[in-house]
């Protein structure tokens, strides 16, 4: 069966760096566009696009919170896709998802949770002050 498994969240210190990696198995994953999501722990927060990559990696898409702070890229030859977050504020502290979705063909990118097939569950990551 399909498997997303998320890693490299953890505790950092505001301005500091943190590199998330979703391995993906059970899947074709080079037809496949990925997406990043967030869920802040506030009342009324739901899952929030982050970032997303087309199939074959030529088109990238970003929130406007995370724009030029952080970089989603794919190895299609290791099945993971990667989330590159700089600069990380306090109120970047969220649950991180990774999510997939077949295309086939297609250039898109994906900011919808609903257009995703596949999840991963979620890593956290905590920005302290």
């Known amino acids: 069966q399909v498997q997303l498994v998320e890693s490299g969240g953890g505790l950092v210190q505001a301005g500091g760096s943190l590199r998330l990696s979703c391995a993906a198995s059970?899947?074709?994953?080079?037809?496949?566009?990925m997406g990043w999501f967030r869920h802040r722990q506030a009342p009324g927060k739901e899952r929030e696009f982050v970032g997303g990559i087309s199939w074959g990696g030529g088109h990238t898409y970003y929130a406007d919170s995370v724009e030029g702070r952080f970089t989603i890229s794919r190895d299609d030859a290791k099945n993971t896709v990667y989330l590159q977050m700089n600069s990380l504020k306090p109120e970047d502290t969220a649950v991180y998802y990774c999510?997939?979705?077949?295309?086939?063909?297609?250039?898109?990118?994906?900011?919808?949770?609903?257009?995703?097939?596949?999840w991963g569950q979620g890593t956290q990551v905590t920005v302290s002050s």
């Open positions: 999510a997939a979705r077949r295309t086939v063909g297609a250039t898109s990118v994906y900011v919808s949770v609903y257009e995703y097939n596949y």
């Open positions: 059970g899947l074709t994953f080079s037809t496949y566009a």
